[in-house]
T-cell receptor
């Protein structure tokens, strides 16, 4: 049981390049989300999904696209990278059953845009 | 929008108790979480409290919730050097159970 797996762990891009950050979970969780963490800031929600085929915007969605074709995978796409998107990106998942269902986080992808 | 405030730094001596405070604005939060982040790592769930509770104890950790004042605290008893990390307060908000994070409190434990 690997939990939430993010790839790659590190990436450097040039301004204008596109890239997909991968996130996979093996816990059969319905809910998945993407956050970004900037220095001295808490995590901010980019996009989230409550199940396959359903996605919604979070607090900072501009510049990012997501899709959810399977329960297991929730990729985050940067169509045209900008220096302002330099950040650490975290993917999380949780079950949607009743009661307490805490979010489980991956180890993060550290992305630098030059 | 919703907001979570935490003090940015806390320094304690090994063996002392640490108290990390958090205030939040969303009174509808059902669950309120504390996460720990060590350097270069992801977020590790430490503990949580249900909104109809005032206190929850989990080994060295005690969570206090004052719902009227929208104040949450995390007490770590007998703080160890391994507790040095950034601690995030994260109440749930909205109907989907999304989390909103504070900026984190960096706890430094001196031997």
């Amino acid at each position: 049981n690997a939990g939430v797996t993010q790839t790659p762990k590190f990436q450097v891009l040039k301004t204008g390049q596109s890239m997909t950050l991968q996130c996979a979970q093996d816990m059969n969780h319905e809910y998945m989300s993407w956050y970004r963490q900037d220095p001295g800031m808490g995590l901010r929600l980019i996009h989230y999904s409550v199940g396959a085929g359903i996605t919604d915007q979070g607090e900072v969605p501009n510049g990012y696209n997501v899709s959810r074709s399977t329960t297991e995978d929730f990729p985050l796409r940067l169509l045209s990278a900008a220096p302002s998107q330099t950040s650490v990106y975290f993917c999380a998942s949780r079950d949607r059953g009743g009661g307490n269902q805490p979010q489980h986080f991956g180890d993060g992808t550290r992305l630098s845009i030059l | 929008g919703e907001d979570v405030e935490q003090s940015l730094f806390l320094s304690v001596r090994e063996g002392d108790s640490s108290v990390i405070n958090c205030t939040y604005t969303d009174s509808s939060s059902t669950y309120l979480y504390w996460y720990k982040q060590e350097p270069g790592a992801g977020l590790q769930l430490l503990t949580y409290i249900f909104s109809n509770m005032d206190m929850k104890q989990d080994q060295r950790l005690t969570v206090l919730l004052n719902k009227k004042d929208k104040h949450l605290s995390l007490r770590i008893a007998d703080t160890q050097t391994g507790d040095s990390a950034i601690y995030f307060c994260a109440p749930e908000w909205g109907s989907q159970g999304n989390l909103i994070f504070g900026k984190g409190t960096k706890l430094s434990v001196k031997p």
